[in-house]
């Protein structure tokens, strides 16, 4: 059974139930939300002001995949899921070591690289297991405060058996996403649009002197530059939306650094009216509706 949608319509919390609750393995794509020109959806309400531009997928943003209704990996396109990245942000390895793994392991799979990691002493199974853990749910919660792109749950498609899954009860990664999700609402407000750049204000020397700055803002500090858009800072330095957001709000409010217009930036692409931005206007039974569909046909499949 193939489960297609968009996160205006159900939100990241309610698949994870979904899947939950009906125990399926499989995997959940997400997707970049690309709006078409001049056509619209039907909110199924019968009022004009429910209709919302059409969304079609676009770039897979993310891959994630359960088994028997356990969280057991995720991965996404803007931030690098090999195992030595993983273990670096974890500070399991230093940047040196992680270069030299990536380039002299690139032809083994994350298991054989583990246990060549582990049998010669640079991290142990617990640094791995918990850096994977760590890595998976990062990007959960990322996704979770998501709320305009399309997704399909594609069901027994599963990682390959190279991969190394480390199961999670989905019932606490929902309370503790839904807990993160409300924190990160300012910085979304704050930091709406992530192709924006940074810069260094005048005499950038004397606002850095006697600031004490942590590894992550370091590594983003090092990128900075009126060309690097905040999101290209995010894939160089192996970073969610969230964390970036985190991090840059943090340098902005310290009066570190300044949001400007990379190069050749073009106005903003229409967006799709959120989620929760509707619901107002929405008669409860109807979403009501459209969620208990949904299980029917998990539960159905």
């Known amino acids: 059974m193939a489960l297609k949608g968009n996160l205006a319509d159900f939100s990241t919390t309610q698949i994870l139930n979904l899947i939950n609750l009906a125990r399926k393995s499989g995997t ?64 399991k390895l230093n940047a040196d070591q992680a270069r030299v793994i990536r380039e002299r392991g690139a032809k083994y799979s994350d298991k054989a690289l583990a246990l060549m990691l582990i049998n010669a002493n640079y991290v142990t199974q617990i640094d791995v297991v918990r850096s994977i ?70 005499a950038p020397g004397d606002k850095f002197r006697g600031i004490h700055l942590g590894v992550e803002e370091w590594r983003v500090v090092s990128f900075i530059n009126p060309k690097n858009s905040i999101r290209q800072i995010a894939k160089a330095c192996n970073m969610t939306d969230t964390e970036i957001r985190r991090v840059v709000y943090g340098l902005l409010q310290a009066g570190l650094v300044e949001l400007v217009k990379p190069p050749g930036m073009q106005a903003p692409a229409q967006k799709t009216p959120t989620r929760a931005s509707r619901r107002q206007a929405k008669a409860p039974a109807i979403e009501k509706s459209v969620v208990q569909r949904l299980i029917a046909k998990i539960k159905e499949a």
Do not use: S
């Not at 897979?60 to 028997?68: G, L, N, P, Y």
């Open 28 to 91: 959940l794509h997400v997707y970049e939300p690309v709006v078409v020109a001049g056509e619209f959806v039907d909110a199924g309400t019968g009022r004009e002001e429910d209709r919302r531009p059409k969304v079609v997928p676009g770039q897979e943003r993310v891959q994630i995949a359960f088994k028997d209704g356990q969280l057991v990996l995720a991965a996404t396109g803007n931030t690098d899921g090999h195992l030595a990245n993983v273990l670096h942000k974890a500070g």
């Open 133 to 202: 853990q760590q890595h998976t749910l990062d990007i959960v919660y990322d996704v979770m405060t998501w709320n305009e792109e399309p997704f399909a749950f594609e069901e027994n498609v599963l990682p390959p058996p190279e991969k190394i899954t480390v199961p999670i009860d989905l019932k606490n990664v929902i309370i503790e996403g839904t807990r993160r999700a409300q924190e990160v609402k300012p910085l979304e407000d704050e930091l709406p649009n992530l192709d924006m750049a940074l810069k260094f204000p005048d």
